[in-house]
């Protein structure tokens, strides 16, 4: 072996460590008989860009692999194995990448000069839905997984927006301007995309209705409105026509730009509320959906409804701003409902020694 070929041998052989590394750590919780707690999150420091790994349950934490550029968004598939993320890179383009465990490369599915936001995973795996923003327009798009082909939903409307799969993967809510001019819900049958027919109108409020989450057992799509002049958080089935919903109003206090987020048991929603009349201050409650109770999740610090709920339901991920400082925060359920003294103090993933985001559980 010539001493020129040592160095990339060298590299070589450290990556292939690093990746075994990483592949028995994700893949070992995944064998064990308790549910996989592993939490993924971005931080950057300086330059130095990456996403992480932590196994809640022992406190580990490995780095799953480096960024050339700002993670803004990203979604697990279904199944664990593979990680769509959406990054900003230096170049002033934004990238939808695919990274799967166990391997090397991390596959470029589309490159735009516009933003990408709200990534969502059919229940196959084989897409993802996103919203690109360009020129103060937005519009959803689908993508194929598997040959990064685009696919516009709804493109007769405007500003569509927000896009949640329903847990069969058979539709697709959204929200978009449709006939009365204002924003409003929508559900596109999948099979509709080649045959062209239209999305079907779920709300006919002359109000903005917005940011709609499909929950996970099918049954009922949350979303934002100002139907009753501040923007608040509506429960409606998600099967009844526009002509008979009838919403129920899941909180009282005026919500941020973030939409709800169910539980994977659709037991609990979580929202973010604004605390203060600047519109910067905000908390975040928790509601569960049989009672309509609500509880604080967030004390002292300021939180960014950036939130993610553990496969098992039990332990709610977040981002803390406390003076423009921001860590991953972790707090579990009982704790918040019983009001214990555990409430009062969230596990920090993270110690304020970086920038963080994105907090996302791996199923």
Same mark, same amino acid.
């Given at each position: ?15 292939l ?5 990483i592949t ?16 993924t999150y971005? /931080?950057?420091r ?14 580990? $934490?490995?780095v ?10 990203m979604?697990?598939s ?20 695919l990274?799967?465990?166990g ?11 516009v933003?990408?936001?709200a990534?969502?995973w059919s229940?196959?795996?084989?897409h993802?839905?996103?919203t ?5 327009? /937005?519009?959803v ?6 040959? *990064?082909a685009l ?15 329903s847990?069969?993967? $058979? ?6 301007? *449709?006939?009365?001019?204002?924003s409003?819900?929508f559900?596109? =049958?999948?099979?509709?995309?080649? /045959? ?6 779920l709300t ?11 929950s ?6 949350a ?6 002049v ?10 009844? *026509? ?9 909180n ?10 169910w539980?994977p048991?659709?037991?609990w929603?979580?929202?973010?509320? =604004? ?13 569960d959906?049989?009672?309509?109770a609500?509880?604080?999740i967030?004390?002292e ?6 939130v993610?709920?553990?496969?098992? /339901? ?24 019983m ?21 996302v559980?791996r199923?």
């Open positions: 072996m010539t001493r020129s070929l040592l160095p990339i041998v060298l590299k070589t052989l450290s990556l460590l690093i990746l075994t590394a028995l750590f994700v893949t070992d919780m995944a064998q064990a008989d308790s549910p996989r707690r592993q939490l971005f /931080s950057q300086y330059r130095d860009s990456r996403v992480n790994i932590v196994d809640i349950d022992r406190r580990l $934490t490995v799953l692999l480096s960024t050339d550029g700002l993670v803004t968004n979604a697990w279904p199944d664990g194995e593979r990680l769509a993320l959406n990054i900003y890179t230096e170049t002033g383009i934004y990238e939808l990448r990274f799967e465990i391997h090397l490369e991390v596959e470029i599915l589309n490159q735009q000069w933003s990408h936001s990534l969502s229940p196959d795996g084989m993802t839905a996103f690109r923003r360009e020129n103060s327009q /937005s519009q798009f689908v993508v194929d997984t598997t040959d *990064g696919i516009p939903i709804a493109p007769e409307l405007q500003n569509t927006s927000g896009p949640s799969w847990p069969d993967g $058979t539709q697709l809510a959204f929200a978009g301007q *449709g006939f009365t001019g204002e409003e819900i559900a596109l =049958d999948m099979a509709c995309l080649e /045959s062209g027919c239209p999305p079907r109108r006919g409020n002359p109000a903005t209705d917005h940011m709609p989450v499909w996970p057992d099918g049954t009922h799509i979303f934002v409105s100002n139907r009753d501040f923007p608040l958080v509506h429960v409606m089935a998600a099967e009844c *026509g526009q002509a008979f919903c009838v919403p129920h109003q899941v009282t206090l005026r919500v941020t730009s973030e939409p709800p987020v539980s048991d659709s037991r929603l979580v929202v973010s509320v =604004d605390t203060a009349t600047n519109g910067v201050d905000s908390t975040l409650q928790l509601v959906t049989q009672t309509w609500t509880y604080r967030t004390r610090r300021n939180a960014l409804n950036v993610s709920w553990s496969a098992d /339901s039990q332990l709610v991920a977040y981002i803390a701003d406390f003076m423009n400082i921001m860590d991953v925060m972790v707090q579990e359920v009982d704790c918040i409902v009001q214990a003294a555990c409430a009062a103090d969230a596990l920090p993933v993270t110690q304020h020694n970086a920038n963080v985001w994105g907090p559980w199923p």
